[in-house]
T-cell receptor
Framework: QKEVEQNSGPLSVPEGAIASLNCTYS??????FFWYRQYSGKSPELIMFIYSNGDKEDGRFTAQLNKASQYVSLLIRDSQPSDSATYLCAVSKGYSTLTFGKGTMLLVSP | DTGVSQDPRHKITKRGQNVTFRCDPI?????LYWYRQTLGQGPEFLTYFQNEAQLEKSRLLSDRFSAERPKGSFSTLEIQRTEQGDSAMYLC????????????FGSGTRLTVV
């Protein structure tokens, strides 16, 4: 079992819809959870982090964490074509190194 | 503050040659990380420095790889006797010790071994 699993996609949504990206992790000792966005040919860009169970909102983005189910999700409201990218889920056990999933490609069509 | 800077952006080398990459972190960040990303994969941890001390190395970092951060500022990653399997994006990131809100990555160095 991989440490961090994501559906590779692509996930296709129409402009204005809600995109839901999911991630599961295997290590119950994981403490911090991150979502990065990566455009093709570019480096990853941090968009959200979450430590506690529940929801965390930042603009159009909402991160959701359920430690009991070992599940992290990212919701993108009012999706825009500029949101089309690969979204990487990453987890940390508190020692600063991050373990990344393979990423989910999101395609937002106009 | 211009962010994490990596040089060169692209490197094409012949198999068996040595290559060296440089990373300049955000100035107030004490922690510096190297990751490698191949096509279709997420970044994979290679090594981590706090100031000038190399605190952790992945098993991915074979004997052909060496990283330094001599004065706790910039870092170099050297790959000796490159192999085609070394072709990847090499990413550097930095963070501060006072918080753990994730990394700021540089633009990366794309290595192609031919």
């Amino acid at each position: 079992q991989k440490e961090v699993e994501q559906n590779s996609g692509p996930l296709s949504v129409p402009e204005g819809a809600i995109a839901s990206l999911n991630c599961t992790y295997s290590d119950r000792g994981s403490q911090s959870f991150f979502w990065y966005r990566q455009y093709s040919g570019k480096s990853p860009e941090l968009i959200m982090f979450i430590y506690s169970n529940g929801d965390k909102e930042d603009g159009r983005f909402t991160a959701q964490l359920n430690k009991a189910s070992q599940y992290v999700s990212l919701l993108i409201r009012d999706s825009q074509p500029s949101d089309s990218a690969t979204y990487l889920c990453a987890v940390s056990k508190g020692y600063s190194t991050l373990t990344f999933g393979k990423g989910t490609m999101l395609l937002v069509s106009p | 503050d211009t962010g994490v800077s990596q040089d060169p952006r692209h490197k094409i080398t012949k198999r068996g040659q040595n290559v060296t990459f440089r990373c300049d972190p955000i100035s107030e960040h004490n922690r510096l990380y190297w990751y490698r990303q191949t096509l279709g994969q997420g970044p994979e941890f290679l090594t981590y420095f706090q100031n000038e001390a190399q605190l952790e190395k992945s098993r991915l970092l074979s004997d052909r790889f060496s990283a330094e951060r001599p004065k706790g500022s910039f870092s170099t990653l050297e790959i000796q006797r490159t192999e085609q399997g070394d072709s990847a994006m090499y990413l550097c990131a930095s963070s501060s010790t006072s918080s753990d809100y994730g990394y700021t990555f540089g633009s990366g160095t794309r290595l192609t071994v031919v």
